[in-house]
């Protein structure tokens, strides 16, 4: 358990000959068996390849029993699914990695990643907003960057008790405050969609193009393959033309309503 009501599920395939690789910022179809199918983005490490690894949070009647399996239970897994983060893309330049909430979990892979990989980068700046101290996942993981010192790492919460020591407030006030060349940068974004519009709109302002900046979209997807209709995101399908999306494609149909 990560939360109260989100935790990490480890997946190792029945057949352990089988490998499971996949790129940052894919997703699977997890199935419970009984419950029905749910997307769910990858939030492990693309290195390892002998088990996939899922952060769900408990919201509906799939994923409600998915992270009440007991150890050794059966799921039903297709994917990987979609386009992901263009970790490639940011090298030799800074990478801004910004995640609101469970919007971390998708960003996690394109995180370790990069991290593996330090020298290929300039500067990593981690921004991560929750809405409590309670809510902050991957605690390990925070332990980490923030001890590294290759990596600048913040954290913010909306609202905490007296013993937090942190900051306390909107995401959007570390994206004020973080060092990046806006010439030579890409970012990342995930998380609830009015905080990916703020915070790309802030990163506008501090003049680093659309081109550099990069969405995952959340949708109601369901086949995974652009046959059912379910995720039409304008011309696009989020499954396969996303989740990961760069901001130039798709700022117009953001700031359009019931889209």
Request: net charge neutral; aromatic share 8%.
């Amino acid at each position: 358990m990560e939360t109260a009501d989100t935790a990490t599920l480890a997946l190792e395939p029945k057949d352990r000959a089988n490998a499971m690789p996949f790129e940052p910022g894919q997703f699977n179809m997890l199935y419970a068996f009984g419950g029905g199918e749910v997307p769910i983005s990858i939030s492990g490490d693309p290195r390892e390849t002998g088990r996939i690894i899922h952060t769900i949070r408990a919201v509906g009647s799939v994923t409600r029993p998915l992270i009440a399996h007991e150890r050794g239970a059966l799921v039903g897994l297709r994917g990987p699914f979609g386009a992901g983060w263009p970790v490639e893309a940011a090298r030799g330049k800074d990478l801004l990695i910004i995640a609101g909430g469970l919007g971390l979990a998708p960003l996690r892979p394109a995180i370790l990643d990069a991290l593996h990989r330090r020298s290929a980068f300039q500067r990593i700046v981690i921004l991560y907003g929750a809405k409590d101290p309670d809510s902050l996942l991957f605690l390990g993981d925070i332990a980490d960057w923030r001890g590294r010192p290759d990596v600048g790492f913040d954290v913010t919460v909306d609202r905490a008790g007296q013993d937090w020591h942190g900051n306390i407030g909107v995401i959007l006030r570390l994206i004020k405050a973080a060092h990046f060349d806006p010439a030579n940068a890409v970012a990342f974004i995930c998380g609830p969609e009015v905080m990916m519009r703020l915070a790309a709109d802030e990163l506008m302002a501090r003049d680093l193009p659309q081109d550099s900046i990069y969405v995952s979209l959340e949708r109601n997807m369901k086949c995974a393959f652009a046959r059912c209709g379910h995720c039409q995101f304008g011309p696009h399908f989020v499954c396969k033309d996303g989740p990961v999306f760069r901001l130039d494609r798709i700022r117009a149909l953001l700031q359009t309503p019931e889209i």
